[in-house]
């Protein structure tokens, strides 16, 4: 890192993240020697909802902690007489979820007498570039795209970011997950899109492009995908067969268009020679692909981690606390954790949870263990 930042001694950081849902523990030393990674995904468990349902999430967090972070030790070979300071995701997220997490983290700090790090979520994923980019520096611009954000980021340095641009409604990810439902996919959608567009053709059907007037580097994707879904009721009144791979492929290359465009005008305004992708979106091949060949047409070095390091983890959390820890940006045990306040979209995904829900057969409850 930058000549401010001091590597001489071995800083070890236990990591903690479980914003949504997974349950994730890392130990990483010096913000970029990965010792450890562990997850525990909990993807099969929401599919059978059709996506997270966040009291379902917090449940298995607190079943799934100490589990995790007992493997992220002993992995490192090392105990926690060995680390220096416990990093840990305080939003944004599910409020249930992150508690787990920040309780866990807390009562670490307390007991071994080390410092707390909280880390901002998005934060965490600009900061898994850094990991497996050792010539990574700022600043470069980043573009976050998951499945609760999408974020154009200036990184001006260690710590210090400017937001360029962010979704004025539905995430990237988000939308996937949506369209997906809605063409018989399923959960989680980025994946399954990505697969089934392949069989496609992304010039079937020509979905819209938005632009928000009064924010030149701001995403909007909730037209996009009431433009999908319009087009599914429009097939079915017309009794046209729909390809789902059309569909799919189609999609996707809208999305894709919006974030490179966007990603290239930034680069032409801000003259970056970096840039850098981050979030569970970034794993997706088609906009990988189509980013890199953009930063090669615009003479800029293209960074992305690797798709273990896109989805939610614990390792980018370790390695965005460690700059902090250096600062001696400490937290105490008032850490607060911040969530998405979105009450709507909440209601909505557990209203949807309750109609999925399998119906329970007479004698079939659980009953306690022998």
């Not at 890199?292 to 293209?302: A, D, I, L, N």
Request: glycine share 8%; aromatic share 6%.
């Amino acid at each position: 890192m930058k000549s401010n930042i001091d590597t001489e001694k071995e800083i070890k950081i236990l990591a903690i993240e479980s914003s949504c849902d997974e349950t994730a523990a890392a130990v990483v030393v010096n913000g970029r020697d990965l010792r450890s990674n562990v997850i525990s995904s909990q993807i099969a468990l929401h599919t059978l909802y059709g996506g997270v349902v966040p009291e379902i999430a917090s449940r298995k967090h607190i079943e799934k902690i100490n589990q995790v972070i007992e493997q992220a030790l002993s992995d490192a070979n090392m105990t926690l007489d060995d680390i220096d300071a416990i990093g840990v995701t305080y939003g944004p997220g599910l409020v249930g979820a992150l508690l787990v997490g920040v309780a866990e983290a807390k009562a670490i700090s307390y007991a071994k007498n080390i410092p707390l790090v909280g880390v901002h979520h998005i934060e965490g994923h600009i900061s898994a570039n850094y990991i497996e980019n050792k010539d990574l520096e700022p600043p470069f611009l980043c573009l976050v795209v998951s499945g609760g954000h999408t974020h154009l980021v200036k990184v001006a340095d260690y710590g210090k970011y400017e937001i360029l641009g962010r979704t004025r409604d539905d995430a990237a990810g988000e939308a996937f997950d949506k369209v997906a439902r809605a063409i018989g996919l399923g959960y989680p959608g980025g994946p399954k899109i990505e697969k089934v567009s392949h069989e496609g053709n992304p010039d079937a059907i020509d979905f819209p492009r938005a632009k928000v007037s009064d924010g030149v580097y701001d995403f909007s994707f909730s037209g996009l995908k009431s433009s999908v879904l319009n087009y599914l009721n429009g097939c079915k009144m017309k009794g046209i067969e729909i390809n789902q791979a059309d569909v799919a492929a189609s999609f996707q290359k809208s999305v894709t268009d919006v974030l490179v465009g966007h990603a290239k005008s930034a680069i032409e305004e801000y003259k970056m020679d970096k840039f850098a992708i981050a979030g569970g979106v970034a794993s997706n091949s088609v906009i990988r692909n189509a980013m890199e060949e953009m930063c090669k047409s615009e003479g800029v070095k293209f960074y992305h981690p690797s798709p273990i390091l896109c989805t939610d983890n614990a390792a980018m959390i370790g390695a965005a606390a460690y700059p902090l820890y250096l600062k001696g940006e400490f937290a105490d045990l008032t850490l607060a954790v911040w969530f998405v306040n979105d009450m709507e979209r909440i209601i909505a995904n557990f209203t949807q949870a309750v109609q999925s829900m399998p119906k329970l057969t007479p004698g079939l409850a659980a009953s306690p263990k022998q």
